[in-house]
């Protein structure tokens, strides 16, 4: 089979296991949303230049992402599937990357077949791969300047280099620039020679182009409210006053990144332990991966996707792991996959048991229940047989029916339930108020105008226990305390919405007793003015 046959069979099964569902899954709040409506506006408003949101242009995150969104709204009407088809693109991309690269360094398909299939099985990636947000295509992008890079400086690949550089400008003009630890790399490595590969003059200029192109007619359109915005707000803010101060913690991402590996933590880990070296392959790999969560950990702000691309390094030196396993028949070495992977199974096995305690309906997980309990004693079985070569298999197929299961028993209504999709069926001309809570999905799905509405005292930094300078990252449209009493009290039309976190501060307001219950539409409670 020719290299680019087996390269399309990668692609096409990543997409098509990336794929299945995403146009039930409902776009959700608050992040996706934020990303859905500002590429919906400017489509609308015909302006691809400026991101906005609720008709105010903002600077959260460069351009690329919204392009991308724009395109597909553009192609494919706006329909969940159009929201969530560029992250599946990019995720299969990913993989067939992946494919590629495992290939190209160690000749052996085992290799590269492994190397994607625990790239699009591990948890963080099947997860991020079909979600609206920055996270996949820089992912794509990273590992492409990265994987490039290695092969430029090692092998003095001019066209590597510089195709580095462009891949670069992609991961700039989608969330922020990657490449730092290449001069890590050189420096450990004791290599004048990688030092001097590592500027070409051509992927610098491409790298200028490709990045100016966006961020010159920004700075000329909207001068220095586009660099605080983006750069001083959403970049030096967040990374030195924490958003979320309760995951502001040390070890975050020390337990984050094995959990988002899952079912492939024990191989990836062991990998990056076991075979530890002076050689080129293994220092690269290690810088990226401990370099990544090394400058995470040290940022003020926390997310679970931040160092969501040190996973590529591990992943690949746990592909290369388990290839050595099947070509030495390592019978003890195998419990480091099995054992981590049992309990990931077993995890979603005892899912049955809170079904009846989830907020959204769930069903028909007892079927998975049983699938898991059946692989799981085939995948033991073959262990005991010493038929090693079925060990990745059961593992690969195990994880991919249990998240196409997940995917429509168990994801759908909860991303229904995270969205304010199911609003839509409030349509009538009364303003809508969201009380303490923004649901920006409901102006993406309706395409009404919608306000936030609060107590004069309420302070959400104060509860969440952050700095007020997060005030600054909401824009959407808000109404005050005294502007919606005086429309309950002259008895105008209007809808409050409530979250059902929120119901007990409703009571406790003063919109609570000019107000009558008129329903309950998902986790909303709907009230209109009292006769």
């Known amino acids: 089979m020719k290299q ?19 146009s039930q899954l409902a776009v959700t709040d608050p992040v996706e949303s934020n990303y859905a409506l500002t590429a919906l506006e400017m489509v609308r408003s015909g302006d691809w230049l400026s991101p906005q949101i609720y008709g105010t242009y903002w600077y959260d995150k460069p ?10 709204y553009s192609l494919l009407g706006t329909t ?31 290799a590269a077949i492994l190397f994607a299939a625990m ?21 794509f992008f990273s590992g492409a300047t990265l994987f490039f890079a290695y092969i430029g400086l090692t092998e003095g690949k001019k066209g590597y280099m510089t195709g580095a550089y462009v891949m670069a400008a992609g991961a700039v003009l989608t969330k922020g620039p990657v490449g730092l630890f290449l001069l890590l790399f050189t420096a450990i490595q004791r290599r004048p020679d990688y030092l001097k590969r590592l500027f070409p003059p051509a992927g610098i200029v491409l790298f200028l182009l ?35 101060p309760e995951y502001d913690v040390w070890y975050y991402y020390l337990v984050l990144v094995p959990v988002s590996l899952l079912p492939w933590t024990g191989p990836c880990l062991y990998g ?30 926390k997310y679970p ?3 969501y691309i040190a996973n590529w390094p591990l992943l690949y030196l746990g592909a290369r792991t388990m290839q050595v396993w099947l070509d030495e028949d390592a019978r003890y070495a195998w419990l480091a996959a099995l054992i981590p992977a049992s309990v990931y199974s077993l995890l979603f096995a005892v899912l049955v048991a809170f079904t009846d305690k989830a907020p959204f309906p769930v ?79 409901y102006p993406y799905y309706t395409g009404q105008t919608a306000y936030w509405t609060a107590p004069a005292d309420y302070d959400e930094n104060d509860r969440l226990r952050r700095d007020a300078v997060w005030a600054k990252k909401h824009v959407y449209p808000t109404a005050s305390e005294d502007q919606v009493l005086s429309s309950l009290n002259q008895h105008q039309n209007l809808t409050l919405v409530v979250p059902e976190g929120k119901y007990k501060d409703y009571k406790a307001s003063e919109f609570f007793s000019l107000t009558r219950k008129v329903g309950r539409i998902g986790p909303y409670y709907i009230f209109k003015p009292s006769p």
């Open 4 to 22: 680019r046959t087996f390269l399309t069979l990668i692609f096409v099964a990543a997409f098509l296991f990336l794929a299945v569902g995403i």
């Open 63 to 72: 351009i690329f992402l919204y392009w991308l969104l724009s395109l597909s």
């Open 80 to 110: 969940d599937l159009a929201a969530r088809l560029p992250a599946v693109l990019f995720g299969t991309a990913s993989c067939t990357l992946a494919a590629w690269f495992a290939l190209r360094q160690t000749g052996r398909r085992t």
């Open 119 to 139: 790239t699009v099985t591990s948890l963080i990636f099947w997860f991020v791969s079909r979600s609206v947000i920055t996270d996949q295509p820089l992912y």
């Open 210 to 244: 490709l990045c100016l192109s966006w961020y010159g007619p920004m700075y000329s359109r909207h001068g220095m409210d586009f660099i605080d915005g983006l750069l001083g707000f959403n970049n030096v803010v967040r990374a030195t006053v924490s958003e979320h």
């Open 272 to 301: 990056l332990w076991r075979r530890r070296s002076h050689h080129d392959e293994y220092v690269f790999m290690a810088i990226w991966a401990l370099g990544t969560i090394l400058f995470y950990s040290l940022m003020a702000t």
């Open 305 to 307: 996707t931040y160092a």
């Open 363 to 441: 069903q028909g997980l007892l079927l998975l229940t049983v699938f898991l309990a059946i692989m799981a004693i085939l995948t033991w079985l073959a262990w005991w047989q010493k038929a090693y070569l079925a060990l990745p298999f059961f593992l690969i197929m195990t994880t991919v029916i249990t998240y196409l299961i997940v995917t429509f028993q168990v994801l759908v209504p909860f991303y229904q339930y995270r969205s304010a999709q199911s609003l839509t069926v409030l349509n009538d001309a009364a303003p809508v108020y969201f009380f303490e809570e923004y649901r920006t999905s």
